[in-house]
């Protein structure tokens, strides 16, 4: 199950802001553990975006960024481009579960 | 990268076993994973195992799925058994970035249908 909570859908028009966020607990995200991001085209696998909260891998365009705290973490992509409409997820270690937690997934729609 | 291979059509009750081939780097320093995402749904870890072999199960999985490695030919395997309508999704493999688990993901495989029905 689901226990970081993301919001189901956010759109923005080319250019724009958007901000996803990522809501965990003092099991997960809250007791320390990094969160990172992935991206999942519609037909594809995930591929990585962000990793350890605020690092991008290479290939990875800098118009997205990540940052976390307490709790919470969020993925932002400034300057939206229509290559960016796909789901987003986040991913944390639940201390409780005893293995990987995803968010409950995003999807982003370039008006 | 990683590719998975082993899914296909399975009646409630049943097994299948998935299995997923590494190449291009040494694989027994890394854990592998078992992640799903059900048609029209959000991903979901399934299981993961150590480079050394310890297993490591989601409370939906557990007592059904078996998870192992055999580090001489870079292979993990997911033995799925007492298969459910709700394990039906596409199973994918992923590296993770140490020999133990607690990291991020990737590469990942394109993953492997799995459908439970009668």
């Known amino acids: 199950q689901s226990v970081l909570t993301q919001p189901p859908s956010l759109s923005g028009a080319l250019g724009q802001r958007v901000t996803i966020s990522c809501t965990g607990s003092s099991s997960n995200v809250g007791a320390g553990y990094d969160v990172h991001w992935y991206q999942q085209i519609p037909g594809r696998s995930p591929r990585v975006l962000i990793y350890?909260?605020?690092n991008r891998p290479s290939g990875v365009p800098g118009r997205f960024s990540g940052s976390k705290s307490g709790s919470s973490a969020s993925l932002a992509i400034t300057g939206l481009q229509a290559e960016d409409e796909a789901d987003y997820y986040c991913q944390s270690f639940d201390t409780s579960l005893g293995g990987y937690v995803f968010g409950t997934g995003t999807k982003v729609t370039v008006l | 990268q990683v590719l998975e291979s082993g899914g296909g059509l399975a009646q409630p009750g049943g097994s299948l076993r998935l299995s997923c081939a590494a190449s291009?780097?040494?694989?027994?320093?890394?854990?592998m994973n078992w992640v799903r995402q059900a048609p029209g749904k959000g991903l979901e870890w399934v299981s993961s195992v150590t480079g050394g072999g310890t297993p490591y199960y989601a409370d939906s999985v557990k007592g059904r799925f078996i998870v192992s490695r055999d580090n001489s030919n870079n292979m993990v395997y997911l033995q799925m058994n007492r298969l459910r309508a709700e394990d039906t999704a596409l199973y994918y493999c992923?590296?993770?970035?140490?020999?133990?688990?607690?990291?991020?993901?990737?590469?990942w495989g394109q993953g492997t249908l799995v459908n439970v029905s009668s």
């Open positions: 291009g780097f040494t694989f027994r320093e890394y854990a």
């Open positions: 350890r909260n605020f």
């Open positions: 992923a590296r993770d970035q140490t020999v133990v688990t607690g990291d991020w993901l990737d590469p």
